[in-house]
């Protein structure tokens, strides 16, 4: 067995070759004249339609100044452009100009171009494990970053009911996970708020409740108890997610806690969750509850085709 020490010994000899290879030790990166914070910059901007300076300070992990400077850049080369925002006119977002969306284009493609050709010389079962072992490692890396600078998740605390901006903030952290992990698109975020929007106003009734995770009055999770949309007296349970910077914290079994709690009490005959194969960490943490898959089958309800998956709990 490869010790611990060989293990962070190999990663970061592995992790300097691919910065090296992907060019981030140059001054330009992928194929402009711009440096690697710029042109993630304009990715992140291109994610999310739009962004604020300080919404991307918190993204890129780079001090306010510098971010500063380099949108300033951006927006004088035509690459961003500023709006006041909709919540307060004080706030400027920022999204791509047509030469900004033209650049983005060529970033995407110069960087589908290397890594296919990198998967090229992979088989597709090293392939999978490339992308599993990336996404959880970048993840960590994050959630490491995140607690270092004070947004750690032992300092939470979960509220019930309707809180202001939940429908928004559980709908952003649904979009941003399963666009960048599993390339949902506007459909599914849609499907998120629409459903979110209806559910709200019915949490007067007794059997549909909400947790929201809470850290300096900030969501970073949520998992919901919907007792009506099934009948049968059966739960659904609903709108499970945490931000990326607390995954692992031990915060996602709190929250189903409080949920399977509640399904107790109000004695539902069973609870049931739709999901999809590709959500290993979370089918872990269900089962650990009760859960077990009760059917499965290729499906697109979520806007994409995969193996989607339903888990039921007996509770009576």
């Known amino acids: 067995m490869i010790s611990e020490l060989k293990n962070i010994q190999n990663i970061r000899a592995a992790s300097r070759l691919m910065v090296r290879e992907l060019g981030f030790m140059n001054q330009n990166l992928a194929a402009t004249d711009y440096p690697p914070s710029a042109v993630h910059a304009m990715l992140e901007i291109e994610t ?14 780079l001090e306010k100044s510098s971010v500063s400077r380099m949108l300033a850049k951006l927006v004088e080369a035509g690459e961003l452009k500023e709006s006041p925002s909709a919540e307060d006119a004080r706030t400027k977002r920022l ?6 969306m033209e650049t983005v284009h060529n970033i995407n493609t110069y960087a589908d171009e290397r890594v ?10 090293t392939q999978e494990a490339v992308l599993q072992g990336l996404s959880s490692y970048a993840s960590a890396l994050k959630a490491c970053r995140e607690r270092l600078e004070g947004k750690v998740c032992n300092s939470f605390k979960i509220v019930t009911g309707y809180h202001p901006g939940m429908i928004g903030r559980i709908t952003e952290m649904h979009g941003g996970y399963y666009a960048r992990e599993h390339n949902f698109g506007s459909f599914f975020e849609g499907k998120v708020a629409a459903g979110l929007a209806d559910f709200s106003g019915r949490l007067d009734k007794p059997c549909n409740q909400i947790w929201l995770a809470m850290v300096n009055e900030r969501i970073v999770g949520s998992v919901a108890i919907d007792g009506e949309d ?6 659904h349970l ?6 990326d910077g607390c995954r692992g914290s031990g915060l996602g079994r709190k929250l189903i806690g409080e949920a399977m709690r509640f399904c107790d009490e109000q ?4 609870v049931q969750l739709w999901t999809f194969n590709k959500l290993t960490a979370a089918r872990r943490l269900y089962e650990s ?3 077990e898959l009760s059917n499965e089958w290729e499906g697109d309800q979520w806007g994409n085709t995969i193996t989607e998956q339903q888990f039921t709990r007996k509770t009576s």
């Open 267 to 270: 004695r539902f005959s069973s």
């Open 95 to 100: 999204s791509l100009t047509g030469k900004g």
């Open 116 to 125: 296919g050709a990198a998967l090229g010389k992979l088989d597709l079962f």
């Open 238 to 243: 609903r709108w499970f997610i945490l931000d």
């Open 289 to 291: 509850y009760g859960f």
């Open 48 to 61: 999310h339609g739009s962004l604020t300076a300080a919404q991307l300070v918190q993204i890129l992990g």
């Open 230 to 235: 099934l009948g049968n007296n059966e739960a």
